[in-house]
């Protein structure tokens, strides 16, 4: 109580009381900690506002800022190279799923085609799949990156992809094109908020910017971004949470190597504690007799004659030695969290992993590659239906009834290709066991691997076939000896039935070449 509650509760007891249970009633409705003003929160300032008011006033400084440290920081750099290698990796593999196999392997072979750097870009300087890593870096760093779909004569297809920042859009356009929208931030909005438009800068051949900007129509963007709240418009730096964290860490980083700088530094001064130099003559001399020391430097195995009365003081910086390691090795796994990473995904040092934490840290981070796994598929969903689309258009397909069953010939998936195994024989062994316990099917697993199951299974069609001809049991290679290899691969050219040595059964004498049937059974 303060100091006039005191003064109540000593003229009238009661009415100190109850002001002491008004007070603590008080103090009950307002239910959270968090929402105090005391002594803890005393600074913390905070308002409700729409998601677009929020960003606007910081979006530009926040993405100049993680520029900079795209720029000139390596630990921000260790997060962007995380994500495109996982997101993006090597690439994806297409497979079309029109109905017919011929067909598909038409269009697969044009998208590869397509997929190269004259074909698919407008400037013919990258690829596919160095745009798609583009993308995922310009979404960390500026959150998000524009792609404008052109359709222009020459390549495989008269259909090609334009990158623009998030820079281009022009934040100086207010009036709308069409009657009762409006324009924020560059982009032209319907009454339900979603865009129909977006007006870009345009510069002439040296740079300047032109008075008037392009309207370009929503069916031909793609704003490759992040929505976070249902009020947010435009995009967010996706490095915001942990840009100031890793400016300190880099602060930090400075200071203790310009610490250790100093450190390394030996310096000896000479004390003189006479007036003036030695007797005699000295090669150190100088006009007035003082010994002069200036221009000496140590060298290892110097040997030198200090003047009379003089003394030496070295002058060694080295203090207790600071443990940064901890502090980094905390600071970069703070880092890596606020992007939904491991610190060892960040990092890159697994000197105190272990199998079972290094997978369980890449299962969670594959979690996290998830959702900008879903975002770039979507874009290259988008990107590849434009394509067939095009290609039908300039004759390049030919799909009978693609109109009117339009859906069917655009159906598709995406196969990423796969990482490499952490632990080859632990990972095959639980491939196996998963297989053969129906926890994944033939399909899934060549999925993973980035590969048709198709595709598998002629290919090992094909390997014990031309096995056969040549006389070899290849099954017995492939699917390992005995009784399996013999159902797998069959007896061989030059096999033997019966012969335990070719996957045959002694006592029931093994199978025939295919079209022979079965041999009877035989007792031993």
Same mark, same amino acid.
């Given at each position: ?29 307002r ?18 506002e ?37 997101v ?5 593999t ?11 392997k038409?269009i ?39 792609v ?5 004569p ?7 992809l ?24 560059g ?111 140590l ?5 030198m ?5 003089d ?16 502090f ?16 060892e ?84 062994n639980?491939?196996?066991?998963a ?31 031309? %096995?056969? @001809?040549? &006389?070899?049991?290849?099954? #017995?290679?492939?699917? *390992?000896?005995g009784?399996t290899?013999?159902?797998? =691969? !069959?007896?061989?050219? %030059?096999? @033997?039935? &019966?012969?335990?040595e070719? #996957?045959?059964d002694? *006592? ?7 079209? =022979? !049937?079965e ?6």
């Amino acid at each position: 109580m303060g100091w006039l509650d005191n003064v109540i509760a000593t003229v009238s007891p009661r009415r100190a009381y109850e002001r002491e249970m008004w007070r603590q009633g008080l103090d009950e409705l307002r239910g959270y900690d968090a929402a105090g003003h005391g002594r803890i929160n005393s600074g913390w300032r905070a308002v409700n506002e729409s998601a677009e008011i929020t960003d606007r006033y910081s979006r530009d400084v926040v993405r100049a800022r993680a520029r900079d440290l795209e720029r000139n920081s390596d630990i921000a750099q260790s997060v962007i190279y995380a994500y495109k290698r996982n997101v993006v990796g090597k690439g994806y593999t297409l497979r079309a799923m029109t109905g017919s196999d011929e067909l598909d392997k038409r269009i697969e072979k044009a998208w590869k085609r397509w997929c190269k750097t004259r074909n698919c870009d407008v400037t013919g300087e990258q690829s596919f799949n160095e745009i798609l890593r583009m993308m995922v870096e310009r979404k960390k760093v500026d959150g998000g990156m524009i792609v404008l779909y052109r359709y222009t004569p020459g390549g495989v297809v008269p259909f090609k992809l334009q990158c623009l920042e998030v820079d281009e859009l022009d934040k100086t356009q207010a009036t709308p094109r069409h009657k009762g929208n409006r324009v924020v931030g560059g982009i032209e909005y319907n009454q339900y908020r979603r865009p129909v438009g977006y007006w870009i800068r345009q510069y002439d051949i040296e740079g300047w910017q032109l008075a008037e900007p392009a309207y370009i129509e929503a069916k031909d963007v793609f704003f490759y971004k992040s929505k976070h709240r249902p009020s947010q418009l435009r995009e967010m730096s996706d490095m915001s949470p942990t840009i100031t964290r890793v400016r300190d860490t880099n602060e930090f980083i400075n200071a203790v190597s310009v610490r250790e700088r100093i450190a390394a530094c030996l310096a000896v001064l000479i004390k003189k504690t006479l007036p003036t130099g030695g007797t005699g003559r000295s090669s150190w001399s100088n006009k007035g007799g003082q010994v002069d020391y200036a221009g000496k430097r140590l060298s290892p195995g110097m040997m030198m004659e200090m003047g009379p009365g003089d003394d030496a003081q070295i002058i060694d910086p080295k203090g207790a030695a600071t443990d940064a390691t901890a502090f980094l090795k905390t600071q970069q796994g703070l880092i890596g969290a606020g992007q939904g990473l491991s610190y060892e995904a960040v990092s890159r040092d697994m000197s105190g992993a272990t199998y079972s934490s290094a997978r369980q840290n890449a299962l969670e981070d594959e979690n996290t590659y998830t959702e900008e796994i879903e975002l770039l598929t979507t874009f290259m969903s988008e990107v590849y239906e434009n394509f067939v689309i095009s290609g039908v258009l300039s004759g390049l397909f030919q799909m009978p009834g693609f109109w009117d069953r339009k859906e069917e010939f655009l159906d598709h998936t995406w196969v990423k290709t796969p990482k490499k195994w952490i632990d080859p024989a632990k990972e095959a062994n639980a491939d196996k066991i998963a297989l053969q316990s129906g926890q994944k099917t033939f399909q899934d697993l060549q999925a993973e691997k980035g590969k048709d199951w198709k595709d598998a299974v002629d290919e090992l069609a094909e390997v014990l076939e031309y %096995g056969r @001809k040549k &006389g070899i049991d290849m099954g #017995g290679v492939i699917f *390992g000896t005995g009784a399996t290899a013999a159902r797998q =691969g !069959g007896p061989g050219a %030059g096999q @033997k039935p &019966g012969d335990p040595e070719h #996957g045959g059964d002694p *006592g029931q004498g093994g199978k025939q070449p295919a079209g =022979g !049937g079965e041999q009877p059974q035989t007792d031993n």
